[in-house]
């Protein structure tokens, strides 16, 4: 009977002290800045968290922020990536163009480093495995500036990462 009742109080006890720790990281992420809209179970405190160690501290994002890494999560129906050559040198100058466009934002990823073709698409590729059987990603980005106000507003960012809750692609740690 002991045991039986001890346990029971072990799983009460543990589950609350999981329970509180998820509320705490849920309450953590809401208030973060780095984190712009829902993040979908993507996004962990510890990639807001190596954020704020690299980076200038987190203020909301407003168009005119440049240095902070900010998270945005959105779903896959909206990403194009391409290569982009660039034709004198071709397969050895290339870009790796990444862009959302929802009903009313355009967000453009550009890595700050030219990549050789190959090294482009199977970077290209990569990312795609992590996005097999996903709905939903998070992009990550600093220079998020807001270049024009049309039907929607465009913003142009250098990539960082890309998250699914199956991994994360980052061309700097490849």
């Known amino acids: 009977m002991k045991k039986i009742i001890l346990t029971v109080f072990s799983v009460v006890l ?12 849920f309450i953590y992420k809401r208030n973060h800045h780095g984190l712009v809209n829902f993040d979908y179970v993507i996004i962990s405190i510890e990639d807001l968290k190596v954020a704020d160690k690299d980076s200038f501290a987190a203020t909301p994002f407003n168009g005119t922020n440049i240095g902070y890494p900010y998270w945005q999560c959105f779903n896959k129906k909206y990403l194009k990536m391409d290569c982009h050559y660039n034709e004198p040198l ?37 990312i795609h495995e ?36 199956s991994g994360y692609a980052q061309y700097f740690l490849e």
Request: net charge positive.
């Open 90 to 126: 071709h397969r050895q100058g290339s870009s790796l163009g990444i862009d959302i466009e929802t009903e009313d934002e355009i967000h453009s990823y550009s890595l700050i480093h030219a990549l050789s073709g190959d090294v482009c698409v199977g970077f290209k590729s990569k």
């Open 14 to 25: 543990f589950s609350g002290l999981s329970f509180r720790r998820e509320i705490k990281d």
């Open 130 to 165: 992590i996005l097999e059987n996903r709905t939903y990603f998070c992009i990550n980005g600093t220079n998020g500036t807001l270049d024009r106000v049309a039907s929607k507003k465009e913003y142009s960012w250098s990539f960082y990462g890309l998250k699914t809750k």
